[in-house]
Nanobody, 118 residues
Framework: QVQLVESGGGLVQAGGSLRLSCAAS????????MGWFRQAPGKEREFVAA????????HVADSVKGRFTISRDNAKSTVYLQMNSLKPEDTAVYYC???????????WGQGTQVTVSS
């Protein structure tokens, strides 16, 4: 089993930056693709970004392309989401996910709140 714990959320002004982290337990992190999803109030959960097991390929949603970057450190069993030029519409609960398929959705974290004020 894999447990995922997100951190790094908070309140930021529009145009600001945040870096989310997701620490994984277990010994299989390097065998998992990892991703980030988000859910805004009243909306369905949506894909944000994903990264392959080795980190050699990443995919980001069009809505965040050029602003958000996903990366991972397999030695630390951690995946990151660097968020720059944040907009109020980025306000959501951000969830870390991992899995052996693409897009990874087998394991989920508890979520971390990101609020962007205008």
């Amino acid at each position: 089993q894999v447990q995922l714990v997100e951190s790094g959320g908070g309140l930021v002004q529009a145009g600001g930056s945040l870096r989310l982290s997701c620490a994984a337990s277990g010994r299989t992190f390097s065998s998992l693709a990892m991703g980030w999803f988000r859910q805004a109030p009243g909306k369905e959960r949506e894909f944000v970004a994903a990264i392959t097991m080795s980190g050699g390929f990443t995919h980001v949603a069009d809505s965040v392309k050029g602003r958000f970057t996903i990366s991972r450190d397999n030695a630390k069993s951690t995946v990151y989401l660097q968020m720059n030029s944040l907009k109020p519409e980025d306000t959501a609960v951000y969830y870390c996910a991992g899995g052996r398929t693409w897009l990874p959705q087998d394991y989920w974290g508890q979520g971390t709140q990101v609020t962007v004020s205008s």
